[in-house]
């Protein structure tokens, strides 16, 4: 990986891994991307910054070709709850973008990487440390496309020989941007309320476990995975990754720990509950530790005191 291409780079992985490939590879050999301009922002003004909806096959191409980028990660996607509120857009904008993006990578013979979720998984899936190779039949559309996005990245390694990666995110926690509508983002807005009202009302109900993962462990996943030595990899779409498995009583408890006054209440939203129910408590990433060495650095107590002192010198 030596100059890549970021689509969806202003969203909240973006945001970071962007800033992270300019130290690692140089801002020169990154190009961000995404459907509109955030002025005043780090990764428009600190460097490359190109205008793409990526459902516009020709412009992903020229673009890519234009900057003879290696390598092309693919963030742009509907997460879970807004895919669930418009499910055609969310099969056509995730589907469709995934396969442009293929087929960029494939023009250009560059390794590519677009994330897969938690979500991937269903009903029927073993629910606790949910192995690697397991039962897939996800209820939501936004998990239907991660199935899909999965097989298809497997079909063009396969078929075309095309160096696809791709790891199953949790839900992902970070102090930088917000997460823009995913089941897993009440985890996200408690630190926020904590800080700025003491209090918060989460949307998902006590006792519902899910997976999650500090932003630093998630950038270092996609990092060390698209530097992996390509013949270790026996899975390539994609890697169970996980941190750390907890409720919304956890997080609570963790919080008073650095803010013994917080108070949390319930005003539980069915939607974004009955996705949560679909999903894993907890996953197994030992096939990701053993073949290219997968370690998470946080755990939930440290990432909530990283949360607060980050969001502490923030005006929220
Ligand atoms: N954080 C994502 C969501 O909740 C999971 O991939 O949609």
Redesign the pocket.
């Known amino acids: 990986m030596k100059k890549v291409l970021v689509t969806g780079a202003l969203g909240q992985i973006g945001s970071e891994l962007v800033l992270r490939l300019r130290k690692d590879l140089g801002v020169d050999n990154v190009v961000a991307t995404d459907i509109k301009r955030i002025e005043d922002n780090e990764v428009v003004t600190d460097g490359v910054f190109e205008i793409l909806d990526v459902m516009d096959y020709n412009k992903f191409l020229q673009l890519a070709k234009d900057s003879n980028v290696d390598t092309i990660i693919h963030l742009a996607a509907l ?3 807004t895919a669930e509120k418009n499910p055609q857009l969310g099969w056509s904008l995730n589907m469709q973008g995934l396969v442009n993006g293929l087929e960029v990578a494939r023009e250009l013979d560059a390794k590519f990487f677009a994330p897969s ?3 991937a998984f269903g009903n029927d899936t073993p629910k606790d440390n949910t192995p690697q190779d397991t039962l897939m039949r996800p209820s939501t559309m ?1 998990g239907v496309t991660k199935v899909a996005g999965e097989l298809l990245c497997d079909y063009y390694h396969t078929k075309y020989g095309l160096d696809t990666r791709s790891v199953r ?4 926690i970070s102090h930088k941007v917000l ?1 823009g ?5 009440y985890a996200v807005h408690i630190y926020y309320d904590a800080l700025k009202y003491g209090k918060y009302t989460s949307f998902i109900a006590e006792g519902t476990y899910m997976d999650m993962m500090y932003m630093d462990d998630a950038i270092d996943a996609v990092v060390d995975l698209l530097n992996a030595d390509s013949s270790k990899l026996k899975h390539r779409n994609s890697f169970n990754i996980a941190a750390m498995s907890f409720e919304p009583e956890q997080i609570a408890a963790s919080i008073r720990k650095y803010i013994p006054n917080f108070e949390m209440d319930y005003d539980v939203d069915p939607v974004r509950q009955g996705i949560a129910n679909s999903w894993p408590n907890s996953i197994d990433s030992t096939c990701a530790t053993e073949e290219w060495g997968f370690e998470p650095k946080f755990d939930l107590d440290k990432m909530t005191k990283t949360m607060l002192d980050e969001l502490s010198k923030k005006e929220i």
């Not at 509508?181 to 983002?185: S, V």
């Open positions: 997460l879970s709850a979720s938690i979500a936004y995110f949790p839900g992902l997460p509508g995913g089941t897993t983002d």
